[in-house]
């Protein structure tokens, strides 16, 4: 069957149309990358947005169109045109790659692992995978990953502090302790990695290396609030420098007075340091402070026991017990040696 002369003119001029919608579409997509050579980032997005209004189907508009909007921070336009490009390739490895990256820094963890698990060419899908499973809580996973990872590319410090971090989560301080080390070395500046392997040493009770990161968290900026003063300043005294931890700790008590606890905690370590007058001279603070302070004066008791008046001292630690009586369970752990 013949077509008619309508018909065949109607098809021309769609044909003609379609051409020049692409032609179009060609010229706003030059112009969108000039713009954006010229670093003219929403004049570029404009011309890009023309682009594939012309033509919908335009692959290399969409993508040009992501970057220059991450170039302008505009992320969600960023992951909107990304997704776009899936929609008509769905496998590329471009919008799958910054897609995944943007995903994982949008905390999106699980589109951020689909999006690794389609991007087999992407350098970073084994880690940002590992690093999901970090920020999901399944350390177990992110110490697998993240260690295969590492066999591949071992001068990562984020990699390398996070599976330090995978560790300390799970309470295995001593498997963390060499990757917080290493991280420390790959990234001086990251001086909250110093600080926190600082704070690994002191729960292991290995004060003189504490001393040494806490330091160098300072060295490199971390904030010396109060918390971080108190923390050094115990692992100084516990390491054997009690006259610099003292010290320091005092600076605080004199921002704060009347802080008990820490009085508390000063008569505790020189207790433990086998300083016993100047233990006794922190529970002769909080007594003045409180002569009910049964605490302070089993703590008193003891000193003097240590100093060899046991008498005194056992019958400050009764009196102690009849203003406190939950203190009886120290004095039974003292007997039986636990």
Known sequence: MKKSPMTAILLMVSIQLFSQQIDS?????????????????????????????????????????????????KTDNAIANFSKVLEIDA?????????????????QFSKAKEMAA?????????KIVAMCNFQEEDYGNAVKGLLNYL??????????????????????????????????????????????LGMI????????????????????????????????????????????GEKMLMELLDKKPGDKEMLRDMAEVFYQTKMYDKSLGYCQKLMEMDMKDGKALYQAGLCFQKMGQKDKGQAM??????LDPSLAGKRQKQMTGF
Request: charged share 25%; aromatic share 16%.
């Open 317 to 322: 630690c009764d009196q102690a017990i009849e």
């Open 201 to 244: 040493y002191y729960t292991i009770e290995d004060f003189k290396n504490a001393v040494v990161y806490f330091n160098k968290a300072a060295d490199k900026g971390y904030p010396k609030k109060s918390d971080f003063t108190e923390n050094l300043g115990y692992a100084y005294m516990y390491s054997g420098q009690t006259e610099l």
């Open 151 to 196: 066999s591949k590319n071992p001068q990562d410090p984020e990699a390398t502090y996070t599976l330090g971090r995978s560790y300390l989560e799970m309470e295995q301080f001593k498997q963390a302790i060499p990757y917080y080390t290493k991280a420390v070395v790959l990234n001086e500046e990251k001086n909250m990695w110093a600080y926190e």
């Open 91 to 107: 496998a590329n490895p471009q919008a799958v790659n910054e897609l995944m990256q943007l995903y994982f820094n949008y905390r």
């Open 118 to 126: 389609k991007c087999n060419s992407c350098l970073n899908a084994e």
């Open 25 to 73: 579409a060609e010229i706003y997509f030059q112009k969108g990358i000039e713009q954006r050579t010229a670093k003219k980032y929403l004049l570029a997005s404009n011309y890009l947005d023309k682009a594939v209004r012309f033509n919908p189907k335009y692959k290399e508009a969409y993508l040009e169109n992501g970057y220059v909007n991450l170039e302008m921070r």
